[in-house]
């Protein structure tokens, strides 16, 4: 039930293409669901999270779709560039005392020129 | 306004031995999470310190234990290292309460 699932595990797309990585989730508990990038040897970075009370959120180039009845939710990338390359994570946690986060398996995408 | 810093960027251990990893948190931050990531998979979480206390712990052996200090500064000490402890340890830090946790750049660790 601590589970999330991610897909897919990788992803090529055209620059100015849309990406979209996929989430689901067990757990109803859960209550917050942050995306975090990441390139090679550095540390997560977060770009962009939900609560369960909006079904979208957009911060510039990146949306998150959010569907709690399927418990799903899913990372979109607008215009993308060589840049986004990299690997996506998906993530979720639960409320005080208990913002431990989950994390998917990753994305790792690809975005050529 | 300095972010989450990790210390030392890299580490090469020998199995058997003991190694300690350092993080400050961002600042204003009091809550410092550690979290382990293997080669290609995602972050695992091994405990939370708030208060200067355990909070949170993952599923993690007595191997791995730590400490904050009332400078909110923490460390991660793991003792007799396997060969399978080699990974990149990621602290993360937060606002008490608040979800939202900033990522250091990690420390890569090599057992031999």
């Not at chain 2, 251990?13 to 410092?32: E, W």
């Amino acid at each position: 039930q601590q589970q999330v699932k991610q897909s897919p595990q990788s992803l090529i797309v055209q620059k100015g293409g849309i990406p979209i990585i996929n989430c689901a989730y067990e757990n109803t508990a859960f209550d917050y669901f942050p995306w975090y990038q990441q390139f090679p040897g550095k540390g997560p970075a977060l770009l962009i999270a939900i609560r369960p009370d909006v079904s979208e959120k957009k911060e510039g180039r990146f949306t998150i779709s959010f569907n709690k009845s399927a418990k799903q939710f899913s990372l979109h990338i607008m215009d993308s560039q060589p840049g986004d390359s990299a690997t996506y994570f998906c993530a979720a946690s639960m409320g005080f005392g208990n913002e431990k986060l989950t994390f998917g398996t990753g994305t790792r995408l690809t975005i050529i020129p | 306004d300095a972010g989450v810093t990790q210390s030392p960027t890299h580490l090469i251990k020998t199995r058997g031995q003991q190694v300690t990893l350092r993080c400050s948190p961002k600042s204003g931050h009091d809550t410092v999470s550690w979290y382990q990531q293997a080669l290609g998979q995602g972050p695992q979480f091994i405990f939370q310190y708030y208060e200067e206390e355990e909070r949170q712990r993952g599923n993690f052996p007595d191997r791995f234990s730590g400490h904050q200090f009332p400078n909110y500064s923490s460390e991660l000490n793991v003792n007799a290292l396997l060969l399978g402890d080699s990974a990149l340890y990621l602290c993360a830090s937060s606002l008490g309460g608040v979800a939202e946790a900033f990522f250091g750049q990690g420390t890569r660790l090599t057992v031999v």
